[in-house]
């Protein structure tokens, strides 16, 4: 299991974005303390973000001065992606970007990083076929937008509000998937102390069990992407659950390792 990450992320990107709040990071970087390898991440080529985006987009993210942090989470998703092919990674990245289309943006996002992610896949050929799960809060328009036109991603927003519906719809989703990847906007806002309150932390590594299994199972490869999420107090645990949950070793995982 790899995580992507930057010291960069750390940086308070704009003073009035929950995605961007000084103590975000360390929260997540504390609770994972050294059970994973790290990798650092670097900038998306401009020519993945122009293939994801129109120039018009682009360079509006350019006037607002956040070009640089927005290339560096979309380059971390791709290399969560590219090493999610042969073992499953998470991109701790930031901006998120579910709410990025091809040609504007909002709720915080910037570039589509799961979009840019894996058009860059389907362009070098690696892969064919793709799924997304997107476990934020709200609706990743965004994702839809950059991704259900080329017919090769299927794409899963669970919108239940009992808790046990929207983990069997989690699991209905991935029952049937034969696909090459399988990618997770994570988004944690869905927590029962967070801006949702419906999930527990034991639902966040219950899903990332989900989709690891389904993987491994299917012969998919498997990666994650940090989208939302705002309770600094409870956000590093449930990255830990979910990612636990994803990992090769996820049965050395119990609840009080969150």
């Known amino acids: 299991m790899k995580i992507i990450f930057h010291n960069d992320f750390y940086s308070v990107y704009d003073a009035f974005e929950p995605a961007a709040a000084a103590g975000r990071m360390e929260a997540v970087i504390t609770c994972l303390g050294n059970r994973f390898a790290m990798l650092q991440a670097v900038a998306a080529d401009p020519k993945d973000i122009e293939a994801v985006h129109s120039a018009d987009h682009i360079a509006h993210v350019r006037r607002q001065g956040l070009y640089d942090i927005a290339a560096l989470a979309a380059g971390g998703a791709v290399q969560a992606a590219v090493v999610g092919l042969k073992e499953p990674a998470f991109a701790l990245i930031r901006p998120p970007g579910h709410h990025a289309s091809r040609d504007a943006s909002w709720g915080f996002c910037y570039f589509n990083n799961m979009g840019i992610a894996l058009t860059r896949l389907l362009a070098d050929g690696q892969i064919k076929t793709a799924a997304v799960l997107d476990c934020d809060l709200h609706y990743g328009d965004g994702t839809v937008n950059v991704l259900s036109g080329a017919g090769v991603v299927d794409i899963c927003n669970p919108d239940e509000s009992d808790r046990q519906a929207y983990l069997e719809k989690v699991a209905s989703f991935l029952k049937t998937l034969q696909v ?6 994570a988004g944690f806002d869905n ?14 590594f219950a ?26 107090s409870v956000l590093g645990q449930n990255v830990l659950a979910l990612v636990a949950g994803m990992s090769e070793s996820a049965q050395c995982f119990r609840c009080h390792d969150w």
């Open 180 to 185: 090459d990847i399988i990618g997770i906007s």
């Open 191 to 204: 927590h029962e102390e967070d801006w949702g309150g419906l999930l527990t932390t034991d639902d966040y």
């Open 207 to 232: 899903m990332g069990q989900m989709v690891g299994e389904t993987a491994r199972k299917t012969g998919a490869g498997c990666f994650g992407i940090l989208e939302g999420g705002y309770n600094h």
